[in-house]
């Protein structure tokens, strides 16, 4: 839960006993929509995921003032994206919210809203907020995506990134096969193909995607080793179980936090004391000297 602006539909401004001169000239009262503003000095509780950046907190406090002019709307496509926590391309943070109804009829003329018709709309409660299911995000976005960021929201949403998964596999493969009138079903089915369980970052899926690109052979993603040493099970990002070979990336976070840079380290002494080798990979790894590593371990090269 976190604290978020009060919001209200300006024409209810008297309401709240504001007067005309504070609302349009006061820093206090900031407008969010046409139609909605927000009160900087009085908050509402609000179920926040843990993970949850500004850019989030923002697209939700937009989607609530969106609410409150339009009550029977769902966030869809890249709002429901982008709340439900999933890695969408950097070029599509945009102002725009997205948002379905099922009525055919209904009308919305604000500009930074674009409007989705569904005939047949699935919601959910998401922290509070009326979202449409994962499998209805997923095939909205069918049409818009290639297939690599396809695959990453797929992995986003039966994996672990952010917490449990929020839909399984099978059950997002049976609506895109199964569902009439699904725009680019072919496409979203080559993507839903190579969509992977457990995967835990947008950085695991672009290597495991890289290894297929080059004409490697795809890692498994977190295979299982038993460490006697550690007394457990140790799972590395990717890796070539009959091959011995552990492929771990290394996030910024990881040199951040000394607690994360230890836990690595353990991880590591025990994958190579049964046998194995650790190569780790960064944003700034050189990929024509990581294809040739890999190729020479797996006797390709």
């Excluded at 009160?39 to 923002?58: H, I, S, V, Y």
């Excluded at 080559?190 to 290894?211: C, F, I």
Aim: glycine fraction near 6%.
């Amino acid at each position: 839960m976190r604290d978020f602006p009060q919001l209200f539909r300006t024409q209810d401004y008297t309401a709240r006993g504001i007067t005309r001169h504070s609302l349009y000239h006061s820093k206090r009262y900031e407008q969010v929509l046409p139609g909605v503003r927000s009160d900087l000095e009085a908050f509402d509780r609000c179920p926040t995921p843990t993970w949850a950046d500004d850019f989030w907190k923002w697209d939700a406090l937009r989607f609530r003032a969106a609410q409150l002019l339009y009550p029977g709307i769902a966030a869809s496509h890249a709002m429901a994206a982008r709340l439900y926590g999933w890695p969408l391309p950097s070029n599509w943070r945009t102002s725009q919210l997205h948002v379905s109804v099922s009525n055919r009829h209904s009308r919305i003329r604000i500009s930074q809203i674009r409007l989705h018709r569904m005939t047949k709309m699935s919601t959910r409660q998401w922290c509070g907020l009326e979202v449409v299911a994962p499998e209805d995000a997923f095939i909205g976005l069918g049409k818009d995506l290639g297939q690599r960021d396809l695959v990453k929201l797929g992995d986003a949403a039966v994996g672990n990134w952010h917490g449990p998964p929020q839909i399984s596999l099978d059950e997002l493969q049976e609506h895109v096969c199964n569902r009439p009138f699904v725009r680019r079903r072919a496409h979203l089915i080559e993507a839903l193909d190579l969509v992977r369980l457990t995967v835990d970052s947008p950085p695991e899926t672009d290597l495991r995607l890289w290894t297929l690109a080059v004409g490697l052979p795809e890692p498994v993603v977190h295979p299982k080793i038993y460490s006697p040493l550690l007394k457990r099970t140790v799972e590395p990002d990717l890796g070539y179980p009959d091959d011995l070979l552990a492929l771990e990336y290394e996030g910024e976070h990881h040199l951040r936090s000394k607690q994360q840079w230890q836990s690595d380290i353990r991880r590591d002494e025990a994958l190579r004391t049964e046998g194995w080798t650790v190569i780790h990979v960064t944003s700034k790894v050189n990929y024509q000297q990581l294809e040739a590593q890999i190729r020479h371990h797996l006797g390709l090269s």
